[in-house]
């Protein structure tokens, strides 16, 4: 399994920028995905998550409305829309495939789900 994130960038603040990740080696509609960040310093956390089919989402507080996630199964690919960006948002942004045999509309939010990552996306917001 390979997930390859591209997109981050530096950007200023009240800006948008668009993450993508893209999936190989495995069935990607079989999988609910995330997008998880990690500041320097501080503990990786769940920005936003995704169910199979598309039709569920969750997000973290700190991004409620300002961020959306999304997929297109039939391209193996994950995207994070990153609009009103904040200083607070600078970090490695990761995607990440959980474990398979979810229902396709069920989103799971524990970390320990997600198996698969990718390498990273560094996004920084200046100020």
């Known amino acids: 399994v390979q997930l390859q994130e591209s997109g981050g960038g530096l950007v200023q603040a009240g800006g948008s920028l668009r993450l993508s990740c893209t999936a190989s080696g495995l069935t990607f509609d079989e999988y609910p995905m995330a997008w998880f960040r990690q500041a320097p310093g501080k503990e990786r956390e769940g920005v936003a998550y995704i169910s199979r089919s598309g039709g569920n989402t969750f997000y973290a507080d700190s991004v409620k409305g300002r961020f959306t996630i999304s997929r297109d199964n039939a391209k193996d690919a994950l995207f994070l829309q990153m609009n009103s960006v904040k200083p607070e948002d600078t970090a490695m942004y990761y995607c990440?495939?959980?474990?398979?045999?979810?229902?396709?509309?069920?989103?799971?939010?524990?970390?320990?789900?997600?198996?698969?990552w990718g390498q990273g996306t560094q996004v920084t917001v200046s100020s």
């Open positions: 990440a495939a959980a474990t398979g045999g979810y229902p396709r509309d069920f989103v799971p939010t524990s970390e320990d789900t997600y198996l698969y």
